[in-house]
């Protein structure tokens, strides 16, 4: 069966500084792969996505960028953390046709201070 | 633009009170209603998918119904347990190619003993 993992599940930051979350999924291949932003009161906000190694794709033009070096493998960066990247963020996973669910890791909580 | 709306935004109800959660949309090219259970500091978990007019799915005490422009979550003789944020998604195509999937905010279900 398939599994996500997601890593840290908190994280806190300056601002400022760095980031990178990781993503890895087990169990499939060559997996659509998808990152989401959870604000408090709002729905799940898409930021990137990939469709296999090397290509992404972008939602929402900000402070945070995505790359995929491996076929299971998806991180989250920013080279300079500001504080309106605080939220709790999500790595998904779907197979590649086009109307199959994407089923999510446990997230990461992000706190920037 | 596609939207998705879930209603009400918060239900409490009393153990072995049924009940539905509502989720309209406002898309054209419908691929798929996804359902989500979300519990507090976790990922969504991929609950049903229904992909045309008229299905159908259960699992437990939940059934999920899909009309032209609605699905409903029943939830039947609810236990404390089934307290979660359900959360809606819509698939639908979105143009040269593509589709993109729109989430509702989610309604909180809290079931008191």
């Known amino acids: 069966s398939q599994t996500i993992h997601q890593w840290p599940a908190t994280l806190v930051q300056p601002v400022g500084s760095p980031l990178s979350l990781e993503c890895t999924v087990e169990?499939?291949?060559?997996?659509?792969l998808y990152w989401y932003r959870q604000a408090a009161g709002r729905g799940l906000q898409l930021l990137f996505y990939?469709?296999?190694?090397?290509?992404i794709s972008s939602e929402v033009p900000q402070n945070l960028s995505a790359s995929r070096p491996q076929d299971r493998q998806f991180i989250l960066s920013s080279k300079k953390l500001l504080l309106s990247d605080s939220g709790f963020y999500l790595c998904?996973?779907?197979?590649?046709?086009?109307?199959?669910?994407?089923?999510f890791g446990d997230g990461t909580r992000l706190s920037i201070l | 633009e596609d939207q998705v709306t879930q209603s009400p935004e918060a239900l409490r109800l009393q153990e072995g009170e049924s009940s539905s959660l509502n989720c309209s949309y406002t898309?054209?090219?419908?691929?798929?209603l996804f359902w989500y259970r979300q519990d507090p500091g976790k990922g969504p978990e991929f609950l049903f998918t229904l992909y045309s007019a008229g299905e159908e799915k259960e699992k437990e005490r939940l059934k999920a119904t899909l009309t032209k422009k609605e699905s409903f979550l029943h939830i039947t003789a609810p236990k404390p347990e089934d307290s979660a944020t359900y959360l809606c998604a819509v698939l639908a195509y979105s143009g040269a190619g593509s589709y993109q999937l729109t989430f509702g905010k989610g309604t909180k279900l809290s079931v008191i003993p």
């Open positions: 990939s469709v296999g190694i090397g290509q």
């Open positions: 169990g499939t291949s060559n997996p659509n």
């Open positions: 998904a996973w779907s197979l590649g046709q086009g109307n199959q669910p994407q089923h």
């Open positions: 898309v054209s090219g419908l691929r798929g």
